[in-house]
Structures are given as C-alpha cells and as structure tokens.
C-alpha cells in the first residue's frame, strides 16, 4: 500500500475515532452557561492544514501508545490517574492513556478551528468540559482505584457512595467539604463585633478594636453580593478583617442580605445608593469622621467604584482612599466568561427577569465551577460517590458552597451595561441613581491588587483599572488565583507577590511586569503601609459599638443576614 493509501486510511479511521465526539463536544456549550440558558456555537471549519497535521500526529502517537502497552504498562502523567490502582492494572492505564491522546487531539481540533477568537474560545470551553466528563476516572466500570477500594472494603465504599449521593441530591449540590463541621459564628466568622445598622439590604457590622489606639480614620470593607462576606474572616488565623482591626483600624464590614422574593425587583442602583452609600454615611455618623478608607472586593468593588463615582458628580468627596481587590472596573478582558456573553444571552436574562425574579445563587455556585470541571466537579463525584469518601474539613470549601442569589433587575442591568457593553469606562455613558458617572473625577488614591491566576477577574483585566482611574495608584500582583490569592495572611508566609519600586504605570501589564521585583509571602503587609499613610493620627479606641441610641447594637456579629440560605 502506497503512502496515499496509508494517509487516506488513516484519515478515515481518525473521522471515525473523533467525528461523533467532535459533535458532542460541541453540542456540550449548549448545556452549561451563567445561570442555564443555552450557549451559541456557529458551523465552524477547520483548517485543512492543521487538521492534517493534527491527523498525522494522532496516528504517529496511538502507534507509540500501542507499542508501549504490548512492552507492560503505559506512563500516564495526570493526577486522575496516579493511584497504584491505575499503575498496577495494564488496562486501565491504557484506557486512561488513549483517553488522555484523544483529549490532546479534540484540543488540537478546537486549536484548528477557523473563525473568530469568540467562537474558539467557545469551541474550547465546550470541548474541554466534555472531556472532564468523559475521563474513565468518572466511571466506577473503569476507575481501577474506586474498584480497589471496593474490593479492599467488601463493598462498604460503593454503599457510602450512595449515601453520599443521596445526600447531595437532597441538599440540591456536591459536597466538596464536611459541611456539618462548620457554622458561621461558631467556628467561621469570629471575629467579635456587632451589628450597628441595618436595612432591608444589608447588615453594618462593626468589630471590637484589638489596639488602645484606632487611626481616625475609619475603615469599610464591601465585600462581594454574589458571596457571603466571611471570606474575608474564615478563621482567626487567616483573617482579613481581624488582620485590619489588629493593625488599629476601626473597622466596618457590609454583610449583605440573601435576597429572596422580597427583594426580587431591587437594581444596581439600589445596592450603589442604599447599599454602599448607605454604609458610608452610616460610617461616618457613627466616627463622626469627615473621610474614611474604603474597600472593594470583586463586585464589591465594581459596586464601590459606582459610589464614588456617585458622590463625585454630586460634588462629594467621603472617601480618602481606596482598596480594590480582583475588581472589574474596565470589562474588556472578562476572562472566561466571556463565552456566555452576548446579546441574545443578555436579552433573554433581560426578559427572563429585568423586571423582576431572582438568580438563583446554586445555579451560579455551579457554573463557576465548572469553570474548573477537574477540581471543582468531577474531583468531588470521583471521591463522594466512587470511593464513598466524605471530602476533608476546608473552611474555604464551606464558604464557597454558601451561596446567595441575586435580585434578577440587579443581574440583567449589570450583565448588559458591565460585561456586554463596558460602558463604566467610558465617560458620561453610564446613568447611576440618577448621576452620569466619569471615573476621571475619583482622583482619590487607589490601592489596585490583582491575582495572577485568576480566572474570575484575569490579571489584565485587574490592571486595565490603572489606566482609567486618575488619582494616584499603586498596584500589587499576587500569586494564585481569585480567593487564594487574596486570602493569604502574612503569618504564614505562603506564595509571593510582585511590586514596582519605580511606581510607573505602563500600558500594559506586560510592560509593568518588566521593572517589578518578586518579593516572598503575602502582599497584606505592602497595603497595610500604604493604608496606615492614609489613615490620619491615632485616636483613644472606642470603648461601645456604634453611637448613642440611633447606632447601638443590634446583635453580635456576624449576624442575621449572613446566616440566611439560598
């Protein structure tokens, strides 16, 4: 047989192998968006040379494969399959190594497809959760490890997996951590403080200083609304808000309501005007403070750097400085979740509920983490359902399993204006509680941190912010992702963090990284200096919460609303 025979067969064995996974894989988009509406992928071509090349490859690679499993067993270098299971048991480890061949070839397929960066980001996504979903590891017929297990246990795992899968069907989730070892205000949420104020929005938490002496200058943490704010109060050790108050500043914290029916008509404007303004006047009637220090985190922080931009066209200035944490200000670069954002997504949220109706938070809690299908997802149905194993106690996991829904005109209105069309930048666009906002009058000092991995608010997207906000700025780049990064409490001294000495902005995030040092362990202690810069002198610490009858204790911290579930 001739060389064009040879390439023809082959060709045609390699439509066979991947034509009906190919479609699948495709088709895989339309089952997994930002709340459940189906994704779009238009007829895509690939490109005649890739796909030879591709072909070639593939061929060239099964060969090897099959030659290494005829000589014993097959090197397979992939987390999924590292037990002694999988190693000890030739077949597995080939099925795990042929599955791991065609994953790298319906990749390159993706890589070869000819359109837009749009659509190959979207032809990606859905092939890559499609394989996730099709790792033999997910199949106990094929799990060499859970089938060890259960031979070791004489069945024991296979009937603890089923227990823990009714589990999870009733609580409507996977389980990623013994969520009986945790309660929020008993061994997550401790820091002491008290509730000070409320509304039907939010909580005002303040928290017991730890110094004889607080700046006088007051400071509030915004935490994000698509999350309960103990994220940044886990455990003592780990602590954001505890680290704050032990650094002498009197500190606030927004705990924002789980909304239910009640609260299903509320807006951006709502949570910009009775939500962040609110604290920030209730913050300084209580300190009697004509500025104050102010933080956002993730949304948070878009829903803060709304407020200020508020108060300034309103001619007011009550925030002396700024923290922003893996905020979204610029939307250009949105990272991965630009796969689900387009018009027609963002119409039918429109009409789905613009006027009304509730994101449900597990329908949320579910789409992020499939953003992450290998650790997020199918890692927990692997252990609690195969293996019959209860996932480890992780404070962390607990939280991220806490989730909050969101006021459906809230959503709609922040998806079109925020993340389709990224108007906030673009000065006098954007009408905000009755105020067209430009980010060239917040000419307050901002300190800007972003995670280098993150897959929430990619890196660039957190350094765009330098670029739109005037005001003088300093920008910090932590090591991992979107929580990890953040939390990350110098006493430990884990990851590291990159800053520029010269203080210089560049374009790009490229360009900056150019003239910025690594330095060892937690980037909290850099902004900490920099907040105490501007914080004003040191004053007696309060011996009360709150002030006088109209700002007393409403109950301990961290209170009611945080302890609502979706």
Known sequence: MNSEALWAQGAQQFQQIFGDSWAKALQSFQNLDLGGTPGKVPAVQLSPAKLQALQEQYLK????????????????????FSGDGWASNPVAAFSAAAYLLNARTLMGLADAVEGDEKTRARIRFGVEQWMAAMAPSNF?????EAQKKAIETKGESIAKGMQNLLHDIRQGHVSMTDESLFEVGRNVATTEGAVVYENELFQLLEYKPLTTKVYERPFLLVPPCINKFYILDLQPDNSFIRYAVEQGHRTFVVSWRNPHEDLAHKTWDDYVEDGAMAAIDVVQSITGADQINALGFCVGGTILSNALAVMAARGQEPVASATFLTTLIDFADTGILDVFIDEAFVQFRELQMGKGGLMKGQDLASTFSFLRPNDLVWNYVVGNYLKGET???????????????????FYAWYLRNFYLENNLVQPGKLTVCGEKLDLGQLTLPVYIYGSREDHIVPINAAYASTQVLPGKKRFVMGASGHIAGVINPPAKNKRSHWIRADGKLPATLEQWLEGATEHAGSWWTDWSHWLKAHAGKQIAAPKTYGKGTKFKAIEPAPGSYVKQKS
């Open 61 to 80: 690679e099964a060969q090897a494969l099959w030659s290494q499993s005829l000589q014993g067993t097959p090197e397979v270098k992939d987390r999924r």
């Open 140 to 144: 106990l017929a094929f799990n060499a």
């Open 391 to 409: 996932p480890p106690p992780f404070d962390l996991l607990y939280w991220n399993s806490d989730s909050t829904n969101l006021p459906g005109p």
